[in-house]
């Protein structure tokens, strides 16, 4: 039940900064209950996706906007980024290399085992 529910609310985080379905103060509530390393990987994968997207500047757009109306969302990213969770992760596999969902079953997965 944890990794299902957990998958679902990574995939909503990260799909309202990508279609900006969401408000930043309820994605931010989304985000400030969810793991450190998690939010650290959705950024990551965002501008890793997005980094040469036509869409880049709404993404990127709303990516600074929440962090900069929250600076709490800026430190869980940087405290995310120390697990050594992402140092495996970023020597096996690019972010490049998943889909939206195939990346957040694989990072839930390995955060829950």
Same mark, same amino acid.
Not at 19 to 28: E, L, R, V
Not at 34 to 52: E, N
Not at 60 to 83: F, H, I, N, W
């Given at each position: 039940?944890?990794?299902? $529910?957990?998958?679902? /609310? /990574? ?5 309202? *900064?990508?279609?900006? *379905? ?8 989304? *985000?400030? &209950? ?5 939010? @650290? ?8 996706? $997005? ?13 600074? &906007? ?11 990213? #940087? ?7 992402? /140092?495996?992760?970023?020597?096996? @596999?690019? $972010?490049?290399?998943?889909? /939206? ?8 997965? #390995?955060?829950?085992?």
């Amino acid at each position: 039940m944890a990794f299902e $529910y957990e998958r679902a /609310a /990574a995939l909503r985080i990260l799909q309202s *900064i990508e279609g900006g *379905i969401m408000s930043p103060a309820d994605c931010f509530h989304l *985000i400030d &209950e969810a793991d450190p390393t998690l939010v @650290y990987f959705i950024f990551t994968w965002l501008r890793s996706r $997005y980094r040469a997207d036509a869409a880049a500047e709404g993404v990127v757009g709303r990516m600074v &906007e929440l962090c900069s109306a929250y600076p709490a969302v800026t430190r869980q990213v #940087k405290a995310g980024q120390a697990d050594s969770l992402v /140092a495996w992760f970023e020597d096996e @596999y690019s $972010y490049r290399d998943f889909g /939206a969902e195939a990346f957040v079953d694989l990072v839930v997965e #390995k955060l829950e085992s």
